[in-house]
């Protein structure tokens, strides 16, 4: 079992940065690979980025690459996701989720609120 809980949402203005981060229980966290998602109102939720299980290998949604990186740090417990050059269009709820499978993702995080406005 695994909990995830999401931080470091808000508004913020067109252009800027914000870094969310990802904590998460249980002592098997470097076994998972961890997802960052995000669902705009009235959209499905949409893949943003993802980091294996020891870091080495990272994946972005094309509206993620070059803006967006995801880390994670397994003695800690946490993957971050940071957002630079934000535009209002990244305005979603923004979700972590942990998986310990090829097929998908075992576990999800409350979400986190990013508004970006113009």
């Known amino acids: 079992q695994v909990q995830l809980v999401e931080s470091g949402g808000g508004l913020v203005q067109a252009g800027d940065s914000l870094r969310l981060s990802c904590a998460a229980s249980?002592?098997?966290?470097?076994?998972?690979?961890m997802g960052w998602f995000r669902q705009a109102p009235g959209s499905e939720r949409e893949f943003v980025a993802r980091?294996?299980?020891?870091?080495?290998?990272?994946y972005y949604a094309d509206s993620a690459k070059g803006r967006f990186t995801v880390s994670r740090n397994n003695a800690k417990n946490s993957v971050d996701l940071q957002m630079n050059s934000l535009k209002p269009e990244d305005t979603a709820v923004y979700y972590c989720a942990a998986s310990n499978n090829p097929a998908g993702y075992d576990y999800w995080g409350q979400g986190t609120q990013v508004t970006v406005s113009s």
């Open positions: 249980g002592r098997t966290f470097s076994s998972y690979a």
């Open positions: 980091i294996s299980q020891s870091g080495s290998h990272t």
